[in-house]
């Protein structure tokens, strides 16, 4: 999915890769990466979409469509849910802070997805918020 976050995904064909039911695949990407695999490609898209934003003069709609959604007001509801902005402004202090929270504390779905958005822009070590309990 990395490879290509703007095809258009779906838990059956992700499944029928892999060589399991989607039930199987959706249980054993949760034991792994801790959410559903939309919800990680949602989380890479939203990435990538603030990669391009941070680094370029590319509008919202420019980046979401690069990630595969063609609607900009869903991709911009995504890119808000996930990060709480509405384009990147993220600072490196902040995204410091985010390495911090996230390192042996117990956060929510919502602030660990935040959290490994926040880091990523600013070179934070993904698998310290990853390996974060959630709570």
């Known amino acids: 999915m990395q490879a290509d976050l703007a095809h258009p995904w779906s838990l059956a064909e992700l499944a029928k890769i892999a060589h399991l039911s989607p039930s199987r695949l959706r249980q054993l990407f949760v034991e792994i990466f801790g959410m559903p695999p939309i919800v990680w490609l949602t989380l890479q898209r939203v990435r ?3 990669r391009t934003m941070s680094t370029t003069d590319a509008t919202i709609r420019q980046a979401a469509a690069e990630v595969g959604w063609r609607n900009q007001a869903h991709a911009a509801k995504q890119f808000r849910k ?14 410091i802070q985010a390495c911090g929270r996230a390192r042996g504390a117990v956060m929510s779905v919502s602030a660990v997805l935040a959290a490994v ?5 600013h070179g934070c070590d ?5 390996d974060s309990r959630v709570g």
């Open 48 to 50: 990538a979409m603030a």
């Open 117 to 121: 958005f926040m880091s990523a822009a």
């Open 82 to 95: 996930l990060t709480g902005r509405s384009r990147p402004s993220i600072g490196l202090r902040t995204a």
């Open 126 to 130: 993904e698998k310290d918020v990853l």
